[in-house]
Each structure stands twice: as C-alpha cells, then as structure tokens.
Nanobody, 127 residues
C-alpha cells in the first residue's frame, strides 16, 4: 500500500524542540515535492516548508518560520523531517506532510496538487 506516515508530534513546553517525520511507504520520494502544512484550531491549513526531491532540489520555508523550522530529507529520499525549534504556543496545530509529483515551488500552496497526505500529527506547545 502506498502511503505517507507522519509522526513525532506531542506535548512540549514553549521554547522546546520537536522533530516530525514523514515517511514514504511503498514508494520513493524521488521526483516528489514534500511539503509540510499545519492547521490550528479554527484556522485554515497553511504551508510551512517544502523540499523538492526532483532535479531542482529547491526548498521553501515560510518567512515567519525561518530560523526556527528546518526541513530536510535523508539520503535515501524516503523520509523528510521537520525540525522545529524555539516552539511557541501559537505553533500548536495538527501538522501534515503531503507529497506531490513533479511539482515546482510556485505551486506548492495548491493543496489539490498533492497525491498523498500523511494522517496528521498533533503538536501542542504549552506556555
């Protein structure tokens, strides 16, 4: 079965760190763009960061998160990580990863372009 598995969420105090994982099951991330989104209660889902495993190897990080959130992949291109540092209570949300084939960075905000979504992992940051 082809799927994405997101994991690593949990409860953390403000100022702490968490690293989320997004693993490919049944396929390789080669030629896919892997994007992290999050959705806080009562808010729309927003894109956070992206690693494009295609030939361009481009990356994207939302401007407000630069310096705190880092996205990277393993050498085998089967797992993408979201390292989150200096967490704040407003980072509390369900975090999702999504995989879209042959995407370019200008299209990563279009959620309809993704063929696979992870199940979401809850991150709660206490003050």
């Amino acid at each position: 079965e082809v799927q994405l598995q997101a994991s690593g969420g949990g409860l953390v105090q403000a100022g702490g760190s968490l690293t989320l994982s997004c693993a490919a099951v049944g396929f390789s991330f080669d030629r896919y763009a892997i994007t992290w989104f999050r959705q806080a209660p009562g808010k729309e889902r927003e894109k956070l960061s992206c690693v494009n495993m295609g030939s361009s190897s481009d990356t994207y990080n939302a401007e407000p998160l630069k310096g705190r959130f880092i996205t990277y992949s393993d050498n085998a291109k089967t797992t993408v990580y979201l390292q989150m540092n200096s967490l704040k209570p407003e980072d509390t949300a369900v975090y999702y990863c999504a995989a879209g084939r042959n995407m370019i960075l200008s299209s990563i905000g279009d959620q309809n372009r993704y063929g696979y979504w992870g199940q979401g992992t809850l991150v709660t940051v206490s003050s």
